[in-house]
């Protein structure tokens, strides 16, 4: 899995509660990115990350927000978690290079908001 | 909207036969279009990418055929083998921006049966 770690691997959670999900990457890569994945969507980007500390929004980021304070390490919270949210979520590095070309993901994050 | 589209949703093939996978985009700035191959509770790997100035690209029994007038690619997967049973994704990514995100389609189901 390209060096990417996430943790937890399953979470049950009630609505209303805030949750933390965590990528850990040993490759030192500048970009980062979270998705979900859901049946009869694909994979759709949430919020990504081009650096420490910078991070933009993704096509479905309402309810979520992310921070990343060091290269390796990139977080998506959820503040208050809703029963949509339940989900597959996968964070991915890119390849360096002057425009991020391959992708490698991680094993994933299956969230259950009960 | 979907940026990207793709059919069948699930494919049934036998082993020895061709398994073909299509996409459709509208998008004319998307400059890079990978192939995802995803098995049950793993996240998706890079299988193989095509660039807008070739037609074709082979890798062993996975050929990319891209038709950019048509705004059309495609996968084809020679041989089919029961091992090759397993989600697959095409994607985009709009060159113009420097993020290296990806648009997804809704992804293909694909069993090989002995």
């Known amino acids: 899995d390209a060096g990417i770690t996430q943790s937890p691997r399953h979470k049950v959670t009630e609505t209303g509660t805030p949750v933390t999900l965590r990528c850990h990457q040993t490759e030192n890569h500048r970009y980062m990115y979270w998705y979900r994945q859901d049946p009869g969507h694909g994979l759709r980007l949430i919020h990504y990350s081009y650096g420490v500390k910078d991070t933009d929004k993704g096509e479905v980021s309402d309810g979520y927000s992310v921070s990343r304070s060091k290269t390796e390490d990139f977080l998506l919270t959820l503040e208050s978690a809703t029963s949509s949210q339940t989900s597959v979520y996968f964070c991915?590095?890119?390849?360096?290079?002057?425009?991020?070309?391959?992708?490698?993901f991680g094993p994933g994050t299956r969230l259950t908001v009960t | 909207q979907q940026q990207v589209k793709q059919s069948p949703q699930s494919l049934i093939v036998q082993k020895g036969g061709i398994s073909i996978i299509n996409c459709a985009y509208e998008n004319t700035a998307f400059d890079y279009f990978p192939w995802y191959q995803q098995f049950p509770g793993k996240g998706p790997a890079l299988l193989i990418a095509i660039r807008p100035d070739v037609s074709e690209k082979k890798e062993g029994r996975f050929t990319i055929s891209f038709n950019k007038s048509a705004k059309q690619f495609s996968l084809h997967i020679m041989d089919s083998q029961p091992g090759d049973s397993a989600t697959y994704f095409c994607?985009?990514?709009?060159?113009?921006?420097?993020?290296?995100?990806?648009?997804f389609g809704q992804g293909t189901t694909l069993q090989v049966k002995p």
């Open positions: 994607a985009a990514r709009e060159g113009s921006s420097n993020t290296g995100k990806l648009i």
């Open positions: 991915a590095i890119s390849a360096p290079g002057r425009i991020p070309d391959e992708q490698y």
